[in-house]
């Protein structure tokens, strides 16, 4: 179905039907102006917005738009995890070109309300617009937690221990698969019209005929013994399950950011925010199987795409040297190093013993290239 045949305030109406309150802070919804919400009693609220653009932070030829609803969620839920707080609404506003048909802007909003079940947060208005050059997605979320539990990226302080969830490096990892595949694929389409042009220009319709069938036949690529790594970049998932871990441990973040720049990025804000610097070690940096066989296949160095390859949504954080054993004792959560004196900088203490500054190479979608 036509987008036009239904218009912005059909095309609302048909997405918002199957969305549920879940908050009693949720008043009111879609349907006004504004929603309304009222806060908890002795809680603050914290706000996040994100900005998803087509070609510049996803690629629709290999981003289905099931798993861009979800992970256009995620992104959001992540940060308001990282000041350890818990997602409660958002707002969803959306930019559509019209090579989007209904049913596209549909699968897009289901993936949108996974996520959302997942974590219990409630869909409560936003925009929609058209575009002249794609897909745009605008997400603020909104999350309450209580003043004393709120952490911030300026709390680290020297001889703090610093952590890290998960494992680093496989959501890039995932991105380099599908864009090698990307360009294979091209690459065999291209060839393949190049001698469809051939053909037609020589009048052989056999030939014609043959090359058009092998072009709706091109096979896809096969992703065996790489699923996690394709999952990892194309349906990521907020560490909620970190924060109620932490929580029922007694312990509380000094300081925390979630990873979605790069690892290195995202320590270098912690520290300069906190007026500290941190030596953090190559040996214990978390990777998964997948991520370190796929660096050796493409030629790439494991622990640089884990120092900077960005979306892995993890939570990157620090804890008080006192709570060294109760935070080791805390299953995927890996103690990468500690917090120093500004003046000693911040640096990576290879597997060798060597010392290098840290750099922030991740992601910076301003930066000149």
């Not at 979320?141 to 300026?154: K, M, N, Q, T």
């Not at 001698?195 to 896809?220: F, I, V």
């Not at 871990?245 to 509380?252: N, P």
């Not at 390859?309 to 054993?325: A, I, R, S």
Request: with cysteine; hydrophobic share 40%.
């Amino acid at each position: 179905m036509e987008i036009s045949e239904l218009g912005e305030f059909g095309l609302i109406e048909r997405l918002a039907r199957e969305i549920e309150v879940k908050n009693e802070g949720t008043v009111k919804g879609i349907g006004d102006d504004c929603a309304v919400l009222a806060p908890t009693a002795g809680m603050r609220t914290v706000v996040t917005t994100d900005l998803l653009v087509e070609g510049v932070h996803f690629d629709l030829s290999y981003v289905p738009l099931l798993h861009l609803g979800y992970k256009a969620v995620m992104v959001n839920l992540s940060d308001i995890f990282a000041m350890n707080a818990r997602p409660r609404q958002l707002t969803v506003s959306l930019a559509i070109s019209s090579k989007f048909c209904v049913e596209d802007i549909e699968a897009l909003y289901d993936g949108m309300r996974k996520a959302c079940t997942k974590w219990g947060v409630d869909i409560v208005g936003g925009d929609t617009t058209s575009s002249l050059t794609g897909l745009c997605i605008s997400i603020t979320a909104i999350g309450e937690a209580r003043p004393e539990d709120i952490v911030l990226r300026s709390g680290a302080r020297p001889n703090d221990l610093v952590c890290v969830s998960g494992n680093l490096g496989a959501a890039y990892m995932g991105l380099q698969l599908l864009e090698r595949e990307k360009v294979i694929y091209d690459q065999q389409v291209a060839d393949l019209r190049k001698r469809m042009g051939d053909a037609k220009a020589k009048g052989d319709t056999s030939e014609l005929t043959a090359l058009n069938a092998q072009l709706s036949t091109l096979s896809q690529p096969d992703f065996s013994g790489r699923e996690y790594l394709l999952e990892r970049q194309l349906k990521p998932e907020a560490r909620g399950d970190i924060i109620t871990v932490l929580q029922q441990a007694g312990i509380h973040p000094t300081s925390m950011m979630d990873v979605s720049d790069g690892l290195s990025s995202e320590l270098l804000h912690i520290c300069r925010q906190s007026q500290t610097g941190c030596r953090i070690y190559e040996e214990r940096l978390p990777l998964d199987y997948q991520t370190a066989a796929m660096a050796e296949e493409l030629n790439l160095n494991v622990s640089t795409c884990a120092l900077n390859g960005g979306e892995d949504y993890e939570l990157l954080f620090t804890v008080p040297l006192e709570q060294n054993d109760a935070v080791q004792a805390l299953e995927d959560i890996r103690v990468i190093g500690y917090i120093t004196d500004a003046d000693k900088g911040c640096a990576l203490i290879t597997r060798d013993g060597g010392e290098f500054a840290l750099k922030a190479q991740g992601w910076n979608p301003l930066k000149k290239e």
